[in-house]
């Protein structure tokens, strides 16, 4: 069962990671630049739907991240198939997979989903590498943004998701 108060509060996370991330000095000025956003724009958007819907999608996300940084949803939801639809033979090897596991996990601490190390990079190079970079660069290119702009956005992403992972997987 996934732990609900970790996945709100780690919902939080790309709210200060972005107040850090993007503040002018760090990286805010050269991103409103490189996004080609004046002070005006900035000024003249509506925060409170800005956050309200990040909020909402920032949910979301921690909640795919917790999949991917404790495996426990993987485990769950495939001997859950496998109960509810396999035959007698196949729903008795999966219990006694799910056993395995949890008695590995149990008994070997390297093996463990609740490890800081095993929550970063998890969710660093399954969700960071393997989907943020390549989506964000992919619009950029199509935008025509600079280098500069999609690398401080994917930092910014891989940063955030790793860390994510790592509340995750030790708040479990």
């Not at 900035?42 to 956050?51: D, E, G, Q, R, T």
């Not at 702009?149 to 940063?159: R, T």
Request: glycine share 6%; hydrophobic share 50%; proline share 3%.
């Amino acid at each position: 069962m996934p732990n609900f108060l970790a996945i709100i509060v780690t919902a939080l996370v790309p709210m200060l990671m972005g107040f850090i991330w993007y503040h002018p000095k760090l990286f805010g000025t050269v991103w409103q630049r490189e996004a080609g956003v004046s002070d005006d724009k900035m000024k003249s958007a509506n925060m409170i739907v800005i956050f309200a819907v990040s909020l909402i999608c920032s949910f979301l996300m921690s909640m795919y991240v917790n999949s991917i940084a404790t495996h426990d949803s993987y485990v769950q939801g495939a001997t859950w198939y496998v109960e509810k639809s396999g035959s007698e033979a196949e729903k008795m090897e999966a219990k006694a997979w799910q056993e395995t596991y949890k008695k590995l996990v149990a008994d070997r601490p390297e093996f463990t989903t609740s490890r800081w190390t095993h929550g970063f990079a998890h969710a660093l190079v399954i969700t960071g590498l393997f989907f943020i970079l390549p989506l964000i660069i992919t619009n950029g290119l199509f935008e025509r943004k600079s280098w500069k702009y999609m690398l401080i956005n994917a930092g910014y992403w891989i940063l955030t998701v790793g860390i994510m992972g790592i509340i995750l997987a030790v708040w479990k």
